[in-house]
């Protein structure tokens, strides 16, 4: 059920949003709590069962460390390829404007 609803959320905002700097936002939430989820429900059954799950967490920890500076990593290089970004940018964000609108 949970990773059904995370799935939807990430498809949305992968459709919804119009550019690469937007969308990297919503799958990478999605895909880090799913798995995540997952993973530590397994630890839970697994401690049920009188095993301590100490892959499983170690499997956590990495999949929460790696998939944020992934996505961190491809935005850094949509900015190093100068890729336009859709977003609308507030006037008093920009000091230039700010000047001019005076």
Known sequence: MVA???RRVGAIGLIRFPDL???LHAPTKAST???GGVLIASMLVTLAH?????AELLITLFV????????S??????LHLRLASKAPVPR???????AADR
């Open 4 to 6: 059904s609803i995370l």
């Open 21 to 23: 700097s937007m969308r």
């Open 33 to 35: 709590w799913g798995v």
């Open 50 to 54: 009188g095993r301590p799950g100490i």
């Open 64 to 71: 929460f460390v790696t998939a944020p500076v992934s996505a």
């Open 73 to 78: 990593l491809m935005g850094q290089a949509a």
């Open 92 to 98: 008093d964000a920009v000091p230039e404007r700010r």
